[in-house]
């Protein structure tokens, strides 16, 4: 476990009363790396030319009070840590004080207040310490995610790809041996033309693997990604087949996620179903959410809120053996009448929603249809 050096995060104490200030300095000096401001003003001015962690600033100051200090730092740094030094006697007008800049503790002046500086500096940094840490773990839990993602692609890959080049290759040596019969190397050349075009369809579902890395999030409502999905689908010929049913969406869901992406996910589940369908009257998909949102553990391990979409189709369901290993690269449920298709699709939908920090899974029987549950963290 890493070791917290507490002078690695710069402290900044303001007070327009010297005597104060540098009591402030000379209690933190042996712990922590500090520095002082005479005013507002002047830390301000120093916040434009340092980094700092930690700013400490007692209330009573003129013309700029410590709230409104603290306020303003927290709009223009809103990382670093605040704790206001109080003097009020009434608790109610302090907790008011300290809420209005959003401090993380106050400090009441009492005999003490030197010793309670360094307790309540030294909480701090320990948050801010935890709060990277967090961060960082999670990079690293990300990463591996990526890499894990990426090793089962490889191999998939690597025996969706040998197929089509095997076959190459033995029709390339098919046509030394026989090149004078024409009719046979026609048809070898259309085979071969065939898989090469399989294995560029292969190349280019890898290149969205890659897009899904493309994670830039932002807060977007679930019903206008929905809508976008939709609009799309009824650009494509299988959606002639399905009704889509968008009445149970609830229109006050927002999530904090890569919109296009997530749209991208539900535009491929569409078409999932679609294919799936074939010959069933009337093809219908229900999207709906839940009216509520639902409390799951997120990549912290914390409760937190998510929105749960639902797609769910009267298809002819999935194989059990087939739903087992579902998102894995290069598995399909659909039958293609013989024609061979790239299954990334769920692999990536996969990547995509829990790139966003979400879940998603696929409830299914045959005869039945499919239900996929996508859960996404609320903004």
Same mark, same amino acid.
């Given at each position: 476990?890493?070791?917290?050096?507490?002078?690695?995060?710069?402290?900044?104490?303001?007070?327009?009363?010297?005597?104060?200030?540098?009591?402030?300095?000379?209690?933190?000096?042996? /712990?922590?790396?500090?520095?002082?401001?005479?005013?507002?003003?002047?830390?301000?001015?120093?916040?434009?030319?340092?980094?700092?962690?930690?700013?400490?600033?007692?209330?009573?100051?003129?013309?700029?009070?410590?709230?409104?200090?603290?306020?303003?730092?927290?709009?223009?740094?809103?990382?670093?840590?605040?704790?206001?030094?109080?003097?009020?006697?009434?608790?109610?007008?302090?907790?008011?004080?300290?809420?209005?800049?959003?401090?993380?503790?106050?400090?009441?002046?009492?005999?003490?207040?030197?010793?309670?500086?360094?307790?309540?500096?030294?909480?701090?940094?320990?948050?801010?310490?935890?709060?990277?840490?967090?961060?960082?773990?999670?990079?690293?839990?990300?990463?591996?995610?990526?890499?894990?993602?990426?090793?089962?692609?490889? %191999?998939?890959?690597?025996?969706?790809?040998?197929?089509?080049?095997?076959?190459?290759?033995?029709?390339?040596?098919?046509?030394?041996?026989?090149?004078?019969?024409?009719?046979?190397?026609?048809?070898?050349?259309?085979?071969?033309?065939?898989?090469?075009?399989?294995?560029?369809?292969?190349?280019?579902?890898?290149?969205?693997?890659?897009?899904?890395?493309?994670?830039?999030?932002? /807060?977007?409502?679930?019903?206008?990604?929905?809508?976008?999905?939709?609009?799309?689908?009824?650009?494509?010929?299988?959606?002639?087949?399905?009704?889509?049913?968008?009445?149970?969406?609830?229109?006050?869901?927002?999530?904090?996620?890569?919109?296009?992406?997530?749209?991208?996910?539900?535009?491929?589940?569409?078409?999932?179903?679609?294919?799936?369908?074939?010959?069933?009257?009337?093809?219908?998909?229900?999207?709906?959410?839940?009216?509520?949102?639902?409390?799951?553990?997120?990549?912290? %391990?914390?409760?937190?809120?998510?929105?749960?979409?639902?797609?769910?189709?009267?298809?002819?369901?999935?194989?059990?053996?087939?739903?087992?290993?579902?998102?894995?690269?290069?598995?399909?449920?659909?039958?293609?009448? %013989?024609?061979?298709?790239?299954?990334?699709?769920?692999?990536?939908?996969?990547?995509?929603?829990?790139?966003?920090?979400?879940?998603?899974?696929?409830?299914?029987?045959?005869?039945?249809?499919?239900?996929?549950?996508?859960?996404?963290?609320?903004?």
């Amino acid at each position: 476990m890493n070791t917290i050096v507490y002078k690695n995060y710069p402290v900044l104490v303001v007070d327009d009363e010297a005597i104060n200030l540098k009591s402030y300095l000379r209690a933190l000096k042996d /712990d922590f790396e500090v520095e002082g401001a005479n005013s507002a003003q002047e830390a301000l001015e120093k916040l434009k030319t340092k980094k700092y962690s930690v700013v400490v600033s007692d209330q009573k100051m003129y013309p700029i009070t410590g709230v409104e200090l603290l306020t303003q730092v927290r709009e223009q740094y809103p990382n670093i840590v605040r704790i206001i030094i109080t003097g009020f006697s009434n608790f109610e007008a302090a907790v008011k004080a300290i809420n209005d800049a959003d401090a993380f503790k106050f400090i009441f002046k009492t005999g003490s207040v030197a010793q309670d500086l360094r307790k309540v500096v030294k909480e701090a940094i320990d948050y801010l310490w935890d709060r990277e840490e967090r961060k960082r773990l999670q990079s690293l839990l990300i990463r591996e995610n990526r890499l894990m993602s990426l090793g089962r692609l490889v %191999g998939a890959l690597s025996h969706e790809i040998n197929n089509p080049l095997s076959a190459i290759n033995t029709m390339l040596q098919f046509l030394k041996e026989n090149p004078n019969n024409r009719e046979a190397v026609e048809k070898t050349y259309e085979i071969g033309l065939s898989e090469i075009d399989h294995l560029r369809k292969i190349i280019s579902r890898i290149g969205k693997f890659s897009d899904a890395d493309s994670l830039t999030k932002s /807060d977007v409502a679930v019903t206008n990604i929905v809508s976008e999905a939709a609009a799309l689908f009824k650009e494509a010929e299988e959606s002639k087949k399905i009704k889509i049913n968008r009445q149970g969406i609830q229109q006050y869901h927002t999530i904090h996620a890569n919109g296009y992406l997530v749209m991208q996910v539900i535009l491929n589940l569409l078409l999932n179903s679609a294919q799936a369908i074939k010959d069933t009257t009337p093809g219908n998909v229900e999207i709906a959410t839940e009216k509520e949102p639902i409390i799951l553990k997120d990549r912290e %391990g914390k409760d937190a809120q998510y929105v749960r979409l639902t797609l769910k189709d009267n298809g002819p369901g999935i194989k059990k053996e087939i739903l087992k290993n579902i998102f894995e690269p290069f598995v399909t449920s659909r039958d293609a009448g %013989g024609e061979r298709r790239a299954g990334l699709g769920l692999f990536i939908s996969q990547h995509v929603i829990e790139g966003n920090h979400g879940y998603i899974g696929i409830q299914s029987k045959e005869r039945e249809g499919t239900t996929v549950t996508i859960d996404l963290p609320i903004a």
